[in-house]
């Protein structure tokens, strides 16, 4: 009865833990990506005026014209990408569809991608849904899980269609230098590979460290799709409004598309994410305090309890534990915090690859009280 596309589609392994979860009526959750904050009023605000005024309309397929031209003003203030909003950008449902254009745009059947594994569930689902070839180039909890391009360049094929980069990264909260960058490039170069940059977590950095992103590279414009949306930085998640900035003859390609796969975005929304775009600075900036007030409580927390090693990650809401010493399956410990402590964590097998295998990941945008509760509960066990 179902197609082959989405037999070859396994479910997703963070899913699965939240939907365990609703079986305890105190479960406290630390499993899915989403920042603690509600959207800022005066945002909801005009969207709700937009739509007490009447834009309950289709748009156009590539977006409001002013909200891609308030993201390519962002992309060349605060990224130093240049872009065309007539021609160079679209708006999408979330970076979710952004990403999913990108595989229906340019992977046949049987072509490879290549991914850094760990990654987000996400990706490698999407891959198969096209029916590419998911290829895991391996990140090392000693590189601080920064994918090196030798390991990339490893598994290069002829069949290489697409390189998928993810800075700073879900799940491991992983930040690329522009050093690591640079060496990138060069590869990408050399090969001519195409290059998806998924940055949802641009904003989202501690300690003064900074997101650079590879298109903004000299050089690099052409090679790169940059993807990118207001879910994270903005606490805008279920929202579901992202964009993509490529070359116009990707993107001319894509809005085709869009037409089929969602047609448009809604207008009232994009109203609210122009606002966001010029409007946020000082609530990113408190947002950001908070996940690293988070992150400095949780990293520690985790490190006293036996079994755990975790490294303090410079960008994201996530932290990535080994629990290696443990000696089990990371399911296995998860579903056993899960039944045990009622604390929901993911397992690292569900980043794809082998890689997050040994390892958990917590998520610290919530609020810091239910938190802390998580983290009391399984400090009784893992003592
Ligand atoms: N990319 C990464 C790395 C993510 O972690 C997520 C969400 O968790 C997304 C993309 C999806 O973002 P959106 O909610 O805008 O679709």
New binding site residues.
Partial sequence: MFSDRVKAVAPSGIRAMFDKAKAFDDALYLC???PGFVTTADVCRVAADALMAGDTRYTPNPGLYALREGVAEKLWRENGIKADPDREILIT???????FLTMMTLVNPGDEVIYTDP??T??VQQIELVGGRPVAAKTREEDAFRIRASAIEEVITDKTKLLML?SP??PTGALLTRADYEDIAALVKKRGLMVLC?E??EKIVFDGAKHVSLASLPGMADFCIT?N????SYAM?GW???YVCAHRDIIAQMVKIQEPICSCISGALQKGCLYALTHSDERVAEMVAHYKKNRDIMVPALNSMKGFSCLVPPATFYAFPNIESMGKPSQQVADEILEELHVVVSPGSAFCGTVGEGHLRLCFASDTDSMERALERMAKKFR
Avoid: Q
């Fill in positions: 899915l990506g989403e449902v979330g970076a979710t569809e952004a990403l990654c987000w996400n990706y993810n990264c879900n998924d949802p977590y993807i949306c207001f879910s994270k998640t579901r409004v992202g």
